[in-house]
């Protein structure tokens, strides 16, 4: 009885996580005629998809070409398979997120947004507004003169400027309100903005900056008006001194004293925009850094904050150590976002903001980010293996095991037969470092009819 009930389950998540055969590596568009509502994308396969995506948007454009309109196709193909996007409002209609809606009433749409920067014409992530009057916020160098910002028309806003931070909040409130958007993304806060290397007048440091973060983070908060999800870029150091606990239900361990802790009731979640693997370096993140790293999405995952894990990887195997350390952090369908980064020779190492190239990954690693694990059962923790530690988290229909030490490698002994996204069915499993799995139990196999007793009918006669 309790294999069939397995087996139950097991046949109900598929049919829940697939419209179509996994092996199809596609997912199924919402009928035109009349949209589909559901709560999430295939609510039994856990991993949440979503991202920051700054070109290549239309169909048949070039995928490192500046922001265009979002096709139509590209509308029905969002609410199909991704659960949150922030994009330009210079990249859609103002129709576009309520249309997307209609589909997947749950999505979570944003606008991408700079924060340090402003252009005085047109531009993506552009909040808009400029007068001439504004150059008396923009930012000094350290011999009095305003910093050269690289892009024509624009100028780098001095962080701690009340004015500034006004004025981006208001313009941002406005252009969310006219595009039906539920808050913004804000990249370039000054901490993570490494494009000014000028020696600047009021901050030469990164305590400076730090303090000028802070006040900027301060004055933008819209008392809960809108979403506000800054560039996570720099959370991970420490704050300089004692930072206030967090609300109860929130703490982590390795976050107090950190960015992450002192921010964390000025904002409405994280851009983790080199979350455990950073797409512009080489390398994974070490053990410590793993754990800061999950420490924040599993926290944002519980309380329902937004949380893009922009990660990077080379090949499958650090796919699935992206996948399955992100499985350890999520809750409740919640929008902890997974964002695969490709990393391919010849390519740009940014090539996963293109929405084009989220298509084309979506559908080529479909095996992997439409596992039908089901939902979690426990929460992640450490067990022990062969040669070491791994942590571990329980799923309806599989199991997640991951290795975050930076050194030592061991093997997973299973018990019994298990299959990986890829279809190889194990009965061990060898983890080097920074390495994971992500194992299913085997799908039931139907039973074999019995022969035809002579003169007589089939088994399977009804």
Request: aromatic share 8%; charged share 20%; glycine share 8%.
């Amino acid at each position: 009885m309790a294999g069939t009930g397995i087996a139950t389950a097991l046949a109900l998540t598929l049919a829940a996580c697939a419209a179509v055969p996994p092996q199809a590596g596609t997912r199924a568009l919402p009928v035109a005629r009349m949209p589909t509502i559901s709560p999430r994308i295939r609510p039994l396969c856990p991993i949440r998809m979503g991202g920051v995506y700054v070109r290549g948007n239309a169909a048949g454009t070039n995928t490192h070409e500046g922001s265009l309109k979002i096709s139509t196709a590209n509308e029905e193909w969002i609410s199909a398979n991704l659960d949150l996007i922030a994009v330009a409002s210079s990249s859609i209609s103002v129709d576009s997120f309520a249309r997307i809606r209609k589909s997947q009433r749950l999505f979570t749409p944003l606008l991408f947004t700079y924060a340090s920067t402003l252009y005085e014409g047109e531009h993506n992530g552009n909040v808009g507004g400029w007068k001439p009057t504004m150059t008396s916020w923009t930012l000094l160098d350290a011999s009095g003169k305003e910093v050269v910002h690289p892009d024509s028309g624009a100028h780098w806003m001095d962080f701690a400027n009340h004015d500034w931070a006004e004025h981006w909040r208001n313009q941002a409130i406005g252009l969310m309100r006219a595009y039906n958007a539920d808050g913004v993304v804000a990249a370039e806060l000054p901490i993570g903005n490494s494009a000014i290397s000028a020696s600047l007048q009021k901050y030469p440091t990164m305590e400076t900056r730090i303090a000028a973060t802070t006040e900027w983070l301060r004055t933008v908060d819209a008392k809960h008006q809108f979403l506000f999800i800054p560039s996570a870029i720099g959370f991970d150091l420490g704050a300089g001194h004692t930072t206030l606990p967090t609300p109860p239900g929130t703490e982590e361990l390795e976050l107090p004293g950190r960015l992450w802790d002192e921010y964390f009731s000025l904002t409405d979640g994280a851009w983790a925009e080199g979350w455990l693997r950073p797409y512009w370096a080489d390398g994974d993140v070490s053990e410590e850094q793993w754990e800061i790293e999950v420490e924040a999405a599993d926290r944002a995952a519980r309380n329902d904050q937004v949380f893009i894990a922009t990660c990077g990887y080379k090949n499958d195997s650090e796919l699935e150590f992206a996948l399955a350390s992100y499985l350890l952090a999520i809750h409740h369908q919640g929008r902890l976002v997974f964002q695969p980064m490709p990393l391919v020779e010849g390519a740009p190492n940014d090539a996963g903001l293109s929405l084009d190239v989220a298509q084309r990954e979506i559908k080529a690693k479909a095996r992997f980010f439409d596992v039908p694990l089901g939902v979690a059962l426990q929460e992640r923790h450490t067990v022990p293996v062969t040669n070491g530690l791994v942590w571990r988290r329980s799923f309806a229909n599989g199991l997640v095991y991951v290795n975050s030490d930076d050194k030592r490698s061991v093997t997973v002994d299973l018990g019994g037969p298990m299959e990986r996204p890829t279809g190889e069915r194990v009965r061990s499993v060898a983890l080097p470092p920074h390495s994971g799995a992500i194992l299913v139990y085997p799908r039931a196999q139907p039973a074999k009819a019995d022969s035809p007793k002579p003169g007589g009918p089939s088994a399977t006669h009804r």
